[in-house]
Every structure is written in structure tokens, then in C-alpha cells.
């Protein structure tokens, strides 16, 4: 079972807030990725990062930021929210070689009013 | 067009029979293929891996994988209510490390 873990589960927020999405993963792993899924959609990449301040952007635009000080922590940042920002948000990691195998949080709720 | 083509469904099956799901793709570079499980409001939980063309067996689940055709499948024998999940196919190329094309993901329903 994997350990990565992600909070809030679930946030509600006002328009202009600016807010931080927390994961964090005990497995030691160097590849972490961000990726945002609308109900009933598919997952989309937004981030990923191959180790200590490495960070790259997904295949999906995304106006959020990431930061990588530690290899276990992975966390994005929305400067300011607005209501398309309304999603989910799962963070996932990998390890480097042997299989390419991806496991992932709970994922973090976000809604924007 | 998408890269990863699947039918959201719901896919409804009595207790017991088999749940058959499957996606094609269109990037033949696609080596790896993954099939994951989605609870509601819970992150994906990945079921079977398999590289490149074949076959492979996981208690109730096999996984299919044929290149020729693009075109995946997953098998559940002997399907539990517990089971109903939505289903994720997710692929990548070999030099993509955990950046996957997934698709939308199959609702399927067990009913006991």
C-alpha cells in the first residue's frame, strides 16, 4: 500500500484567496507528480518533479506552482483562486527504474466560490 | 482527437459474472499500460501493470494488452459488489516516467 499523503481532503474558498495543496510520500521516492481530474474526466498532468529542486510542467496548463526542498514533500501553490480553478487535485509518485509504477493520495478536493 | 479512448459506461453486471473493460489508443509509441481503480472520492489504487503486447493474470483480474490493434482490456472474474468502482486505463510511452495517458475511466456497478 502506498504512503503518500495529501491535505486538506476537501477545501472550500473564496475567489482571490491564495491556497496550498500539501503531499508528502514516506517512500523515498524521487519522481512526485500533480495531476488534476474533473468528475467524470481524465487525469491530466500539471507537475512533476524528478528529485530536489527539479519541477517541470504537465501536459495541462496550469496557473498553479510547485516547489521541491525535500524529496518527500510536493506542494501546490494557487496565488490566487478563482472558480475554474474548482477540481480535484492528486499527487502521485514513482520510483526511479524497475517498474514504472505510479501510486497516488486520496487527492485533494478543491472548490472556489 | 484523444490519445486513450474509453467508455465511461455505467457498465452494470450481476454478482458473480465478468466485467469485461477495455480502451484503445492511437500513440503506438505506448509501452507501459496500467489499469487502476477509483473509488468515489478516493485517489486511484493501481490493479495490474504490463509492458508492451501480452497477457497477465492477477488472482481475478487479467489484463490484455494487444499492440497490433491498440486496444487493452481488463477481466474480472467472479465480480463483487465490492468491485464497483470507476476503472482507469493509463499507458505511457518508455521514456515518459510516470507521465500517463489515462482515460476517462468505466463506472461499473455490481449488484448482488
Known amino acids: 500500500e502506498a504512503d503518500i499523503y495529501q491535505t486538506p481532503r476537501y477545501l472550500v474558498i473564496g475567489t482571490g484567496k491564495k491556497i496550498t495543496l500539501e503531499c508528502s510520500q514516506t517512500?523515498?521516492?524521487?519522481?512526485m507528480y500533480w495531476y488534476q481530474q474533473d468528475p467524470g474526466m481524465e487525469l491530466h498532468l500539471i507537475h512533476y518533479s524528478y528529485g530536489v529542486n527539479s519541477t517541470e510542467k504537465g501536459d495541462l496548463s496550469s496557473e498553479s506552482t510547485v516547489s521541491r526542498i525535500r524529496t518527500e514533500h510536493f506542494p501546490l501553490t494557487l496565488e490566487s483562486a478563482r472558480p475554474s480553478h474548482t477540481s480535484q487535485y492528486l499527487c502521485?509518485?514513482?520510483?526511479?527504474?524497475?517498474?514504472?509504477?505510479?501510486?497516488f493520495g486520496e487527492g485533494s478536493w478543491l472548490t472556489v466560490v | 482527437q484523444k490519445e486513450v479512448e474509453q467508455d465511461p459506461g455505467p457498465l452494470s453486471v450481476p454478482e458473480g459474472a465478468i466485467v469485461s473493460l477495455n480502451c484503445t489508443y492511437s500513440?503506438?509509441?505506448?509501452?507501459?499500460f496500467m489499469w487502476y481503480r477509483q473509488y468515489s472520492r478516493k485517489g486511484p489504487e493501481l490493479l495490474m501493470y504490463?509492458?508492451?503486447?501480452g497477457n497477465k493474470e492477477d488472482g481475478r483480474f487479467t489484463a490484455q494488452v494487444d499492440k497490433s490493434s491498440k486496444y487493452i482490456s481488463l477481466f474480472i472474474r467472479d465480480s463483487q459488489p465490492s468491485d464497483s468502482a470507476t476503472y482507469l486505463c493509463?499507458?505511457?510511452?518508455?521514456?515518459?516516467?510516470?507521465?500517463?495517458?489515462f482515460g476517462a475511466g468505466t463506472q461499473v456497478v455490481v449488484t448482488p
Open positions: 493509463a499507458m505511457s510511452p518508455p521514456d515518459s516516467w510516470g507521465k500517463l495517458q
Open positions: 502521485a509518485s514513482s520510483a526511479t527504474g524497475g517498474k514504472n509504477t505510479i501510486y
Open positions: 517512500m523515498g521516492h524521487d519522481k
Open positions: 504490463t509492458y508492451s503486447s
Open positions: 500513440n503506438s509509441a505506448f509501452q507501459y
